[in-house]
């Protein structure tokens, strides 16, 4: 359906990625999900999204090094600083939300019992989408 807005969700934690991705289908979004920021930035050649929500640490394939969040999210404004960016983590370190910040994300989302209302909210406001 044309006018959706595409999403791309990028988390390592299958949990976290289908959970998020099922409900931003539910609210009306096309997603495209990844398990690695390396999927994400490959997928870019072919595909614009309006929003990407990006996991801020990676586990290590086997055998594969693997970027972490902050390295995809420079890779990601250096292909086009259009493209909004929110941070998904379980780190509620102050200095890491205060650098990503700076380094111009859109947003911080604490993966913890209020991650899908607080996502939602933030989305929705960076997409200008209406409730």
């Known amino acids: 359906m044309a006018g959706k807005k595409l999403i791309f969700v990028v988390d390592d934690d299958p949990f976290i990625l289908n959970l998020v991705s099922k409900r931003l289908v539910i609210e009306g979004f096309q997603v495209k999900s990844f ?5 994400c930035l490959s997928s870019l050649n072919h595909h614009k999204p309006d929003l990407i929500i990006l996991d801020y640490l990676f586990y290590h ?3 594969a090094e693997v970027m972490d969040g902050k390295l995809i999210f420079s890779l990601i404004q250096q ?11 379980g780190q509620e370190d102050g ?13 911080y989302v604490i993966k913890d019992e209020s991650l899908i209302e607080n996502l939602l909210e ?8 209406a409730e």
Request: aromatic residues 4%.
């Open 122 to 129: 933030i989305v929705k406001g960076v997409l200008d989408v």
């Open 95 to 107: 200095a890491i939300v205060l650098e990503l910040a700076r380094l111009g994300i859109e947003d």
């Open 61 to 63: 394939k086997e055998q």
């Open 35 to 39: 398990s690695y920021g390396e999927e």
């Open 79 to 89: 292909f086009d600083k259009s493209i909004p960016v929110i941070i998904l983590s």
